[in-house]
Structure formats: structure tokens, C-alpha cells
């Protein structure tokens, strides 16, 4: 499974988060939904001695149930969330990857500074407690469908594989994730005013365009080039493969999209405006749009919550929902109800299909435990008929108590529960028996 963003995850930044763009970084900020409702994202180790145990309610009929799994992650000193069967671990200066049955492939020897200097445009940087780095780590070293990872040499960046083939020749300063493309930053010519100059290549390492003045989306496959660095024009929007989405697309300081300029896989969001990937606009009826989804259909928010147009602007799905995923490669999509947590899966089509074993995850209001006096953070787990699955106590804020990869939850997905802001606990998500 591969690590997505969501439309939906904490509330008051809900307008605000589906304008802006982990941008300068490539990656899609998705909207949020009503507060104290929240997903999450990160990874695993023991908890500490004093953190109570979790406790776990027996699994309802037909759905999930989570399965801890005892795996190494807690031998090295960073590591990231499972992703495709893998996790990026890292110790004593020396980095690879861990698969789910505990095979280590080792890649390159980095120190920990570098590993953190990763990010095109300089954007991560040390996090303070076990998830901030997982999470962070999770973002550049999670191992991907296509394979192809970072790979480090002599305080350079190129890409390789698990199987040692270095597939673009470190060369870069920084680096993104390799997705529909990728995006290295190279220092700029002697004497030059700008630091660096970028490119955008391709999964087999072609370069598509070098520039001082350029911005790429590594997940959804979106690259612009522009004419000044310093926000005073438009730049031209392409498709991976070179096609023009839009003439005019929005960037600002510092080389980045403007905050009214989103991408997502289906198209792109301008000032609530949604476009599809050929540059066409869709309908809103007078909407404003905060994401698009499968079938390049819109999606807006309302005081119901999150719900998804047609693309001539009619209501597809009512604005009742708090979560939506991103787009399956089926084209399908996971939604969850805003209240009642019940969860759906739509087709291409938006017909609802019928699935067993799905589950979502709510953090309950904060308490005082009396006989210890310490907060506690309840983490609830439900099946998609809102059944509760497991329950679990955690020592830390609601937003951190625990982090998934993705915000439905299905067989083989994992959970990340953190007692304490030093531990974490694994589980998996496996079918009731």
C-alpha cells in the first residue's frame, strides 16, 4: 500500500490547509476536517515501563482486528513507517531497509545531520520526540510502489534500488521522493546569485527540464517552470509528461506555489477554482473548492462536513463526510461519515461498493488519570459499523497519541500507537477469526 495524503485531518485549518502546499517540498497538504476528529500518520519500539498497558475490546463480527507485531525497529536509532513491506531504519551511521519479516538491506552510511538535510528545499529538520522524526523520515525514505529509493555518496543524493543498482548518480545537494518524478537540487555556477539550480527527471533518471525557476510535484506527477524567481510572474503548469495543464499557474517566493495553488492527483485547486489535468475548468455551482478526487470530481466543505460534485457541478455525495481518501489506482476511493464514523467505498463511478474489514481510528477527549496524576489520551479503534475494536491509553497529546498510513483502514494496513513520546507500539490490521 502506499503512503497517501487525505482530504481530512484536524479542523481549525481546514480552509487554510487545503489552500496551502507542503510546497517547496512537492507534496500535497490535503484539507482538514471538524475538530477532535483526526487521522494521523508514523512507526514502532516498546513502551515505556511506566505507560499502562493498552487494553483491547474483542473484535466485532466481519471486521479487522489489530495483531501486534514484534518487529526490530526498535534496534536502530530512526526509522519510518512501513510502506510496500518496508521500513527505512537507520543506526550507528549506517542506513537500509527492514522488510515486514525482519530481512535488513543495508544501502549507504550516512551521518545523522545529512539524513536530515534531505528536503529540496530544506524544509525538515530534527524533530523533538520519536514521532516528529518518523513521521518527517516517513515523508522522504518510505519505500515506494516504484522501488526506487534515495541513495546517499560523499554528502550527495541520487536514487537507487534495494538491490544496490544506483539509478541516477548522486549529484544533488538535496532530494525529493521518487513518485511520478523526482526533483534534485544542485549547487548554482561560481559567482551566480542563485543557490540552486533544479531538475526535474523522470523515474529512469532522464532529466525533463533544468532551471533556476522550477517546482515539482514528485507524487502527482506535476512540474512548473517559470521566468523569475522572485514572484513577479506566472509560470507554465505541466503534466509528467510534458502536456500544459495550465499557462498561468501561481508561484511566489522562494520558488514555491502560491498558497492559493493546490495539486492532487484528479487536477488542481486555483482560488477554489478546480481544474482537471488537461487544463479544463469543472463545475462548482458556486462552490468553493477544496480538493479533487476520483473521476476529477470536486470537493467541497459545508458546515456538514467534506462532499464531492460531479464534474458539471452537481452533488455527487452531500456534504457529510470527514474524511476522504486519496485515489485508489482502481480509481476507487474510502470515505468515512462525519458523527457516525461509518465507512464506504465508492468506484471510479462513486457506486458504493460493498467491502468487509474496514476500520478508523477517533482520539476521545483528555482525562486526568486520579491515581497516578497524569493525562491520558483514549485511542479508539472502530469497525466500518462504528464498532468498537480496541481501545488503547496513551500518556501524550491527542494529536500525537497515535499515527496511521492511511485514514480507512483495511487488511494488512498498519497502526502506530505511542504510549509515551519516547515508544511506540506496531500492530497490523488482519482479519477477524
Known sequence: MKLKSSIARSAAAAALACALLAGCGGQPVSPSAPEGQTPSSAASSQPAEATP???AAPAAEGSLQLTERQTALGDYELFTMFSNGYAWVWANGEAGYLSEDGKYTPLYSISREDIFNIDVEQMTTDGFTLQDNVEKLSDFYSYPESGIVPFYKDGLWGYGDLSGNVLVQPAYIHLSPMGQLGWGAREGDAGSEYIYYYDVMKPDGSVIVSSKTCWC???NG??????????DANAVLYNADGSVVLEDAPYGFGNCPMPDFTTWEEGVVVDGVPYDRTGAKLGTDG???????????PVFLDKGGFGILNTNGSVAVADSLRYISDVMEDGSIYVEENGTRALHHYDSEMNVLTDIGLASVKANERYVDEERLVSITPVLVFDQNSRQIAKFESEIEM?????????????????YFYPSDTAVQTYQFTPAE
Open 53 to 55: 498497558e493498552p487494553t
Open 217 to 219: 510535484d514528485p507524487l
Open 222 to 231: 506535476y512540474y512548473f517552470v517559470g521566468d523569475s524567481f522572485n514572484g
Open 287 to 297: 462552490r468553493k473548492i477544496v480538493g479533487i478526487t476520483t473521476g476529477s470530481r
Open 399 to 415: 494529536g500525537e497519541a497515535y499515527s496511521l498510513v492511511d485514514g480507512v483502514l483495511k487488511a494488512g494496513d498498519w497502526f
